[in-house]
């Protein structure tokens, strides 16, 4: 079984600084595969927000950033604002299945 | 910019087959791989399959019986064939591109509903 843990929800006031992880077994994350974010906001499409751990396209705010250690990720949001509410989704290939993964979404809710 | 166009049957019957195509801008899919995603009403992202440039296909174990990915470069096109569906089947079914190992240009969603 592939699996991508993400909580389900986080909530952060204006201004504040919110962390999403994304916990994967040894063959995804582990296996050297990088992780990737997609930012959803409903009733559109899924938008890539990190590539590669850390790397953020062209037109990413650097509010938005990545890490990645041993079998785990993270999103890290500073400076929240109203319009970063939105679903948030990691991503990782699998090896084995020569395919991706997804996690399971995170709803951040902005107070 | 890439642009990415989908259609496909949208409402289908249980036990009907479904049929989605994608599209991609001049130029946009050489040398790329091109996946399917899809996501159920509210809920999140599973991927279905992919079609690579060299000729591989790979499918989510979940589907891989019911899944036919194709890709044709000559004309730009990538369709997805799932037989028979069931009303687990309803959901946004989108293509992407994927780039290395990650999606970096999607269609704008399909909108399938399985129902009797």
């Known amino acids: 079984q592939f699996v991508l843990t993400q909580p389900p929800s986080v909530s952060g006031a204006p201004g504040q600084r919110v962390t999403i992880s994304c916990t994967g077994s040894g063959s995804n994350i582990g296996t050297n595969f990088d992780v990737h974010w997609y930012q959803q906001i409903p009733g559109t499409v899924p938008k890539l927000l990190i590539y590669?751990?850390?790397n953020r396209p062209s037109g990413v705010p650097d509010r938005f950033s990545g890490s990645k250690s041993g079998t785990s990720a993270s999103l890290a949001i500073t400076g929240l604002q109203a319009e970063d509410e939105a679903d948030y989704y990691c991503?990782?290939?699998?090896?084995?299945?020569?395919?991706?993964?997804f996690g399971g979404g995170t709803k951040l809710t902005v107070l | 910019q890439v642009h990415l166009q989908q259609w496909g049957t949208g409402l289908l019957k249980p036990s009907e087959t479904l049929s989605l195509k994608c599209a991609g801008s001049?130029?946009?899919?050489?040398?790329?791989?091109w996946s399917w995603i899809r996501q159920p009403p509210g809920k999140g992202l599973e991927w279905i399959g992919e079609?690579?440039?060299?000729?591989?296909?790979s499918h989510n174990p979940s589907l891989r019986s019911r899944v036919i990915t194709s890709i044709d470069t000559t004309g730009n096109q990538f369709s997805l064939t799932l037989t028979s569906v069931t009303a687990a089947d309803t959901a946004l079914y989108f293509c992407?591109?994927?780039?290395?190992?990650?999606?970096?240009?999607w269609g704008q969603g399909t909108p399938v509903t399985v129902s009797s």
């Open positions: 079609n690579t440039q060299g000729g591989h296909t």
């Open positions: 590669g751990n850390t």
């Open positions: 001049r130029g946009s899919f050489s040398p790329h791989s």
């Open positions: 992407a591109r994927r780039m290395q190992y990650y999606f970096d240009w």
């Open positions: 991503q990782s290939y699998v090896y084995s299945l020569s395919g991706s993964v």
